[in-house]
Structure formats: C-alpha cells, structure tokens
C-alpha cells in the first residue's frame, strides 16, 4: 500500500473503497430484481492510474470500479446459476472467472454461444468527461480492459465529431452498454429506462461545477447521488466567490448582505472556526433536501495530512434499504468510532496503518439505544430506524442482546405482535416476527 500512496493519496483510496463495497451492494440489490442499473459519472477523468493493471479493484478510477463491480456481480449470478463457485477474491475473478464465460471455439472453430440471462437486468454506464485528453484516455482504458475478455463481443459506435462514444457488450449473458460523453456535467442530460434504478457519482475538482440547479435532477425517488462536496474549498471561497458559492447552493445570487450569505451557509456554525466545514456542508444537505424531497442523506468527512477537512462526501437516496447498505459501508471504512470520517494525519504523519474493518463498539450503541427507549415499549423495527437516521451507528441486534442479557435487564419483555406459535430463541430477535420490546424505566 506504500508504494501506491505514492502515486496516490489514503483519503483518495478509501474514497474508491467507499464506491466499490457501496456499488457492490447496490448492483446486486438492482439486478437481482430483474430492474435496470443506470450508472453515471459526472467527472470521470481517465479512469485508472498510471500505466499498471493491478488486480485491486480500488486500484482503479471510478469508471472502471463501475464496470468491474457490473462484471463480477453478472460472473456471480452466473456461476449460482450453474451451481457452480468462482472463489471469492477479486484476483480469481479477474484472471478465471470472466474468461470462464466468453465464447468458446469448437473444434471446428466455431463459435458456441450461450442463451441470453434471463430475470436479470441490464447494465447502463454513463460517463462524463470533458477533457479532449482523459477522455480519449478513458475510451482506450476501457476498450483495453474489455478488450482482454470479450475478444470479438465489444462493438464500438463514435458520433459525430468524436463527441461521445457507445461501447456495446454483445455478449449474451452480459448486457452492458457504456456511453461516454465529450461534455461538462452541467450540460449532460441524463436518459431515463423503465424499470430502472440509478445511481450518479459526483467527483469534481472544485464546487463551481455541480450547481445545484443541476444535480437537483439526479436525486428523485428511484435515483441516489454520491457526491464528493468540496466544503474546505467551500468555507474559504464563500466570502471571495459568494456567486459560485450560491449556485451550487441553489440559492438566489446574494446582493450586498453578505454577512446573511455567509449565515445561511455555514449555518450558524457553533464552536471554533475549524466546525465551519461541517456546518457548510449540513447546511447544503438541508437545501439539497428542501429542493429535491430527498428523505435520507449520509456523509463522510475526508482529512489531508495536515489533518484539515478537504471534502464530505454526502450520499442522497429515498430508500431506507439505500440508507442502510450505504451506512454500512461507511462504517467498514471509518478510522473513528461513531463517526464517519478519515484523516491522512494518522497514515501518512503519524504512521497509524489505515486498517478497514467495522470499528463500532456495541456497548455504546446498546446505551444509545436505551436512552432514547428507556420506559416505553416499541416496535424493533422503530429501534432499528432510529439507529440508522439518527444516530452515527449501524444496526446490530448484539446491542439489544446485551440490554436483554444483563444481571438488571435493561429490555424486560420482548413478545410477537402476530401472536406467531413459533417460540424464538432467548437472546434473539428472528425476522420471523414483528417484536416489540419493552424497556425498562430509569428509576426500576
């Protein structure tokens, strides 16, 4: 990992970490049910660094994450499909299972084909860039990446004057289409499938790309953002560049006050100077909420090596289930306990390795928990709603077994609402029910 902070940064690594688990997640939960992905990326630069191909996914830019995490998931459904197992690292993918289902020539040299998925979805990929020289760089990274696989099942189509590119998949049992596009964000207008899902991820260089006039039309009810919000630059430029500031805030240009200005971003940030990052970046969640009707939105807080706030990243969605999968993702990757957020200080100056793991602490959640609950009696669906909108922690029924398990219980009943016969477990909290639990008050 040392030498590929060289070329790189820790922040910059676990960024992508962050986008392979959550599109992992998200492209099996799609696919799985015969819906459509739609995958967009608004700033899609080259799409991977320097000149290796390395077998670690995160290794690479984001639209090759995209088409990488697409190929496994439709190797996977395949492979359950013929009951048969791949192994479960990337590396097995990469070198055996893709080329495992490619065609296969006869003795006489013909090609056998197989039969089209079926109760799968399609892949569509979008991505954006307009740089002349990433994206020509772009185009060839993934003509070479998918190259290596589908030798004769890539079809290429280039419009006019070289402004967008169509890679087309022709196999059978891979139905992913890549579109790539010689545009900025701002002007990119996005397609819409039936029976689709669709996720966008926002990478900008600054914050005087993403206005949100625009990225307001990539967050509705069947569609999610990932954006990478640039609040450091933010906090510094809304006195010298209020114009900027305000349009990517949706806010109507200031006129002379900009002390009110000032105030509705940072939100009337409370404490030191250094909380003005966060404060401007709840402050965009809210407007970006108001706008948009979006229910959820999580983020993430990135440091440098100086241990400064460089950037949030903030993910939007409508779905409890997008909440969750996306929370736990950031969980796994957080350097903190019960927050979410990373700093390159401990890598790169302190020397701390940046190990990836779930670092939440139980009994912490399991107090959280009973404060909220203490006296009343509630639905475990509640409590797990509750942990996962309004609190830094992910779900976990341990917590609830060690407020049930202990010598002065701290849950005193725990019953079925659907009357089931079925008896559960002591200790346990089955699906297979719809529980409700009673806490016990302060003063028993």
Same mark, same amino acid.
């Given at each position: 990992?040392?030498?590929?902070?060289?070329?790189?940064?820790?922040?910059g690594?676990? /960024?992508?970490? #962050? %986008?392979?688990k959550?599109?992992?997640?998200?492209?099996? $939960?799609? &696919?799985?049910f +015969?819906l459509?992905?739609?995958?967009?990326?608004?700033?899609?630069?080259?799409?991977?660094?320097?000149?290796?191909?390395?077998?670690?996914?995160?290794?690479?830019?984001?639209?090759?994450?995209?088409?990488?995490?697409?190929?496994?998931?439709y190797?996977?459904?395949i492979?359950?499909?013929?009951?048969?197992?791949?192994?479960?690292?990337?590396?097995n993918?990469?070198?055996?299972?893709?080329?495992r289902?490619?065609e296969?020539?006869?003795?006489?040299?013909?090609?056998?084909?197989?039969?089209?998925?079926?109760?799968?979805? /399609?892949t569509? #990929? %979008?991505?954006?860039?307009?740089?002349?020289?990433?994206? $020509?760089? &772009?185009?060839? +990274?993934i003509?070479?990446?998918?190259?290596?696989?589908?030798?004769?099942?890539?079809?290429l189509?280039?419009?006019?004057r070289?402004k967008?590119?169509?890679?087309?998949?022709r196999?059978?049992?891979?139905p992913?289409?890549i579109?790539?596009?010689?545009?900025?964000?701002?002007?990119?207008?996005r397609?819409?499938?039936?029976?689709?899902k669709t996720?966008?991820?926002?990478d900008?260089?600054?914050y005087?790309?993403?206005?949100m006039?625009?990225?307001?039309?990539?967050?509705?009810?069947?569609?999610e953002?990932?954006?990478?919000f640039m609040?450091?630059?933010?906090?510094?430029f809304?006195?010298?560049?209020?114009?900027?500031?305000?349009?990517?805030?949706?806010i109507?240009?200031?006129?002379?006050?900009l002390?009110e200005?000032?105030?509705?971003?940072?939100?009337n940030?409370?404490?030191?100077t250094?909380?003005?990052?966060?404060?401007c970046?709840?402050s965009y969640?809210?407007?970006?909420k108001r706008?948009?009707?979006s229910?959820?939105?999580?983020f993430?807080e990135?440091?440098g090596?100086?241990?400064?706030?460089?950037?949030?990243?903030?993910?939007?969605?409508?779905?409890?289930?997008?909440?969750?999968?996306?929370k736990?993702?950031?969980?796994?990757?957080?350097?903190?306990?019960?927050?979410?957020?990373?700093?390159?200080?401990?890598v790169?100056?302190?020397g701390?390795p940046?190990?990836?793991g779930n670092?939440q602490?139980?009994?912490?959640?399991?107090?959280?928990?009973f404060?909220?609950?203490?006296?009343?009696?509630?639905?475990?669906?509640?409590?797990?709603?509750f942990v996962?909108?309004?609190?830094?922690?992910?779900?976990r029924?341990?917590?609830?077994?060690?407020?049930?398990?202990?010598?002065?219980?701290?849950?005193?009943?725990?019953?079925?609402?659907?009357?089931?016969?079925?008896?559960?477990?002591?200790?346990?909290?089955?699906?297979?029910?719809?529980?409700?639990?009673t806490?016990?008050?302060?003063?028993?």
């Open positions: 990992m040392a030498d590929f902070f060289n070329e790189d940064t820790p922040h690594w676990l /960024k992508r970490v #962050i %986008y392979k959550y599109l992992q997640a998200y492209v099996a $939960k799609i &696919l799985n +015969n459509n992905v739609v995958l967009i990326d608004g700033f899609a630069g080259e799409g991977r660094y320097g000149s290796e191909w390395r077998n670690e996914i995160e290794s690479y830019g984001s639209p090759l994450i995209m088409i990488m995490v697409v190929l496994q998931f190797c996977n459904f492979d359950r499909k013929n009951q048969q197992t791949i192994g479960s690292t990337w590396t993918l990469h070198e055996t299972a893709i080329r289902f490619m296969e020539l006869t003795e006489e040299g013909e090609e056998v084909r197989r039969p089209e998925l079926v109760g799968i979805g /399609k569509y #990929i %979008y991505l954006v860039e307009n740089k002349p020289k990433n994206f $020509k760089a &772009l185009r060839r +990274n003509q070479l990446y998918l190259g290596s696989f589908f030798r004769s099942d890539v079809e189509e280039t419009s006019e070289d967008s590119v169509v890679i087309q998949v196999h059978p049992q891979f992913i289409t579109s790539i596009s010689r545009v900025t964000f701002d002007e990119f207008q397609e819409r499938f039936h029976n689709s996720l966008t991820i926002l900008p260089f600054g005087s790309h993403t206005p006039q625009h990225v307001q039309e990539f967050v509705d009810q069947t569609s953002v990932l954006i990478s609040s450091g630059f933010v906090n510094r809304c006195r010298k560049n209020p114009g900027s500031v305000a349009e990517l805030y949706g109507d240009r200031p006129s002379g006050n002390e200005f000032l105030r509705i971003v940072r939100d940030a409370k404490g030191s250094a909380e003005n990052p966060k404060s970046t709840k969640i809210e407007h970006m706008r948009t009707g229910a959820y939105a999580q993430y990135m440091r090596k100086r241990n400064n706030v460089i950037y949030h990243l903030i993910h939007f969605a409508n779905h409890d289930k997008a909440l969750e999968a996306m736990e993702t950031l969980n796994t990757c957080t350097q903190y306990e019960g927050v979410f957020k990373m700093t390159d200080y401990k790169l100056v302190e701390i940046l190990e990836l670092a602490n139980e009994e912490e959640l399991a107090r959280t928990i404060g909220e609950y203490c006296g009343k009696t509630v639905k475990l669906v509640d409590v797990k709603n996962f909108e309004h609190t830094p922690f992910v779900f029924k341990n917590a609830l077994k060690l407020l049930e398990k202990q010598t002065d219980p701290k849950i005193i009943n725990v019953v079925d609402s659907r009357n089931s016969t079925e008896k559960r477990r002591k200790w346990t909290y089955p699906d297979w029910g719809d529980w409700k639990l806490f016990r008050g302060s003063d028993t």
